[in-house]
């Protein structure tokens, strides 16, 4: 069935079904087929569309009513009937914070200011939220603390008459960084801060905003008076963060990078929050790493019992765990693992040494004895030790199943993860209603925005149960993301079905069909096509790469010769090739990777030559 006539279909559903101007006839409450044929029918008819939203208010389904309310915020505040209606069908009572944004936008509309003012404290205080009631109170300060997005355009259109010059400057510049114009941006702050430094001053926003702008656009510059600024006594320490983050961030990228952990070294301790700290302590411990990897060490003693989520410095981990192997200091490698496993938090981060500490001490590269001070083990031979170390690493339920599984490949064990039938079923919450309910009317393909929006609210089960959704639907790439949600939560332990859903097998007959006819196992070009596309025939990378197996247009059509001249295909018989066809870019991709083999000394480079050239590679 074509586009046309599944909307032809879903616009009659919706008329016998949501009957609004002309009849009596309403959906009933609980049902959310309302919302789902308003996203169906937005391009095709939006008023029709705007018309089943507010049908979708009187849903029993919160988070249906709540995204119904998103819809229909601007469309109401430039229709005073359907604020009117609006007014009627949420009231204050019974609606939800989310609910009663849509209100606050209503009761603008019919220029009921004060209403607004005094019902903006009980939302959701979303940007939305904050610009009704900028806009309701006259309170410019909303533009010099808020992000740039719909609500701050909106609230400018109506508070720009009442700007003074210099807060209209400040809002250009604003708005120049968000659009990455950061010479532009600078264009609007240096006049001002020349008449009115104070108010960047006032607003640490604005400061940071100053220091990207300056950290792209000119780095000494902005050293230069961040110099100044810092002498000054009584700088507000959120301001006073700002400062010293971004001198940081501009000695950097400058390549003065003791003079950038000096910076990130006093913006520590005036951090506003844990995340402001933590990205402080990225940003010190990184810089230290481009100046001399091993410097780096010293500072991840000082300041791990200092950060707050292990995560975020996952990457220095990896980043060191490779250069000391590389540099074969195995006693370094030993000693950050120490730490880690002192850690109830790192063990995941801590698998991956333990599993490469056991193979250097299996093969005699670190000595056995040494090794065995930071494991309790029988004996301090060889092979007890690495066997400690590799039992670690197994045991470690949210570790990589990688390293789990090659520690497991090297002591004879298996790694037993919970079955598929096992996993802890999905409760029929709201939310999970609310999202399977784009695969029940045909609508997976608008699943995944809303997740990536409310997954910090799902619980595994249910981001689970979305996944397998997508999966069913089709949807790879998405279900892959959404498995990868959850697997980052602390509480998260590996299954054989998230296993199954993080590395499906689409277009199985495919795949098979090229392996036999490459000699490439049908294993590799599964991993070459979710490295290269997450599965994905519609994919387009930034380069310019396209389809499943990501071909640049010209080794596309340079290899599409080659099958063609050997037999196969003609891909380029109509003048060009349908790269977006599976079979026949994943045809291509294939025979390209064959074409590699021979050519590289191992399946492991010809695989990044196919990524990213032989001629890299081979230097």
Same mark, same amino acid.
């Given at each position: ?40 029918? %937005? ?55 989310? %609910? ?323 996993? %802890? ?97 049908? %294993? ?96």
């Amino acid at each position: 069935m074509n586009r046309k006539s599944s909307l032809a279909l879903i616009f009659f559903f919706c008329l016998l079904n949501f009957v609004h101007c002309t009849g009596d006839a309403s959906p009933v409450p609980g049902d959310g087929t309302a919302f789902y044929t308003g996203l169906a029918l %937005e391009e095709a008819d939006p008023e029709q569309a705007l018309t089943l939203f507010e049908s979708a208010l009187k849903s029993t389904n919160p988070l249906i009513r709540e995204e119904s309310a998103r819809k229909l915020i601007i469309p109401v505040l430039h229709d005073t009937k359907m604020a009117n209606r609006v007014i009627r069908l949420v009231k204050r009572k019974d609606a939800s914070p989310g %609910e009663l944004t849509l209100r606050c936008a209503a009761l603008y509309a019919l220029k009921k200011f004060d209403d607004v003012v005094d019902l903006v404290p009980h939302t959701a205080n979303t940007s939305w939220d904050k610009a009704l009631g900028a806009a309701a109170g006259h309170d410019s300060g909303f533009f010099f603390t808020e992000s740039i997005d719909a609500a701050y355009i909106w609230a400018l259109s109506e508070l720009d008459p009442d700007l003074t010059l210099d807060e209209s400057a400040v809002i250009a510049g604003r708005q120049s960084v968000a659009r990455s114009a950061y010479k532009e941006a600078l264009g609007h702050f240096l006049p001002l801060l020349e008449q009115n430094r104070d108010l960047f001053l006032r607003y640490p926003v604005l400061t940071g905003d100053l220091g990207r702008a300056f950290q792209y656009a000119d780095p000494a510059a902005g050293l230069k008076l961040f110099a100044e600024w810092e002498s000054e006594k009584e700088i507000p320490e959120p301001v006073l963060y700002r400062i010293h983050y971004y001198a940081g961030r501009m000695e950097r990228s400058r390549g003065r990078y003791p003079q950038a952990q000096e910076q990130f070294g006093q913006a520590i301790p005036v951090a506003p929050d844990t995340e402001q700290k933590d990205a402080s302590i990225w940003y010190l411990i990184n810089s230290a790493f481009l100046e001399n990897p091993e410097k780096a060490i010293p500072l991840i003693h000082v300041y791990q019992s200092k950060w707050h989520d292990d995560a975020y410095f996952s990457d220095i981990f990896d980043s060191l765990c490779r250069y000391l192997v590389a540099q074969r200091q195995w006693n370094s490698l030993l000693d950050i693992f120490l730490q880690l496993n002192a850690r109830t938090k790192s063990p995941a981060i801590a698998a991956k040494y333990a599993c490469i500490l056991g193979r250097a001490v299996a093969t005699n590269l670190l000595p056995a004895n040494q090794a065995a001070t930071a494991l309790p083990v029988k004996s301090t031979s060889a092979p007890d030790v690495s066997r400690a170390f590799f039992n670690y690493a197994l045991e470690q339920p949210a570790a990589s199943y990688y390293y789990r599984a090659l520690s497991a490949s090297y002591i004879d064990k298996n790694v037993f993860l919970p079955s598929v039938d096992s996993a %802890e079923p999905a409760s029929s919450t709201f939310a999970l209603q609310f999202f399977l309910g784009f695969f029940e009317q045909n609508l997976a393909a608008s699943a995944f925005p809303y997740l990536r929006q409310r997954a910090p609210e799902l619980s595994i089960p249910e981001l689970r149960a979305i996944a397998q959704a997508l999966a069913g639907a089709g949807r790879y790439t998405e279900s892959i993301r959404t498995v990868a949600l959850y697997q980052s939560r602390p509480d998260y332990t590996l299954t054989l079905g998230d296993l199954y859903l993080s590395y499906p097998r689409p277009f199985l007959e495919i795949v098979e069909d090229n392996a036999r006819e490459t000699g490439i196992p049908a %294993e590799v070009l599964f991993g070459l096509i979710r490295t290269e596309s997450l599965f994905d025939p519609d994919a387009v990378s930034w380069a310019g790469a396209l389809g499943l197996s990501q071909l640049m247009p010209a080794t596309a059509n340079d290899q599409a010769k080659t099958i063609a001249r050997q037999g196969g295909p003609d891909y380029l018989a109509t003048g060009t090739i349908d790269v977006f066809n599976p079979a026949v870019n994943l045809h291509i991709g294939a025979s390209y990777l064959q074409y590699l083999m021979p050519r590289m000394e191992n399946r492991l480079f010809a695989l990044m030559a196919y990524n990213g050239g032989m001629g890299r590679v081979n230097r």
